[in-house]
């Protein structure tokens, strides 16, 4: 299983910027998928994460004005960000968790896609 994230680059403050992120792979289930952030000197941090349900959860700072969704027929998921702020700037990385197909059973999985870069300038 594996992710392939896309969308990130350049964007002013109080611009908007979407993030798509693709699972593929002999995939069973997703429970969940979310996108993570790392800015400079700084530890990394769950941005927004949904549940197969469509239940979402948000880091308190982008509360407001980032909006994470997923299609759970395309094993994809997205997060439209909004009213960006320069302290958004980080590698975004998105990232599943659920069941693939291991030979007769079924085998877990967590797994991380490769980052992309948000810059927002201000």
């Known amino acids: 299983v594996q992710l392939q994230a896309s969308g990130g680059g350049l964007v002013q403050a109080g611009g908007s910027l979407t993030l798509s992120c693709a699972a593929s792979g002999n995939i069973f289930s997703i429970s969940y998928m979310g996108w993570t952030r790392q800015a400079p000197g700084k530890q990394r941090e769950v941005v927004a994460t949904?549940?197969?349900?469509?239940?979402?959860d948000y880091l308190d700072s982008v509360k407001g004005r980032f909006a994470i969704s997923r299609d759970n027929g395309k094993n994809t998921v997205t997060l439209q960000m909004n009213s960006v702020e320069p302290e958004d700037t980080g590698v975004y990385y998105c990232?599943?968790?659920?069941?693939?197909?291991?030979?007769?059973?079924?085998?877990?999985?967590?797994?991380w896609g490769q980052g992309t870069q948000v810059t927002v300038s201000s």
């Open positions: 949904i549940a197969s349900g469509g239940s979402t």
């Open positions: 990232s599943a968790k659920g069941e693939y197909h291991d030979g007769p059973g079924l085998a877990d999985f967590h797994i």
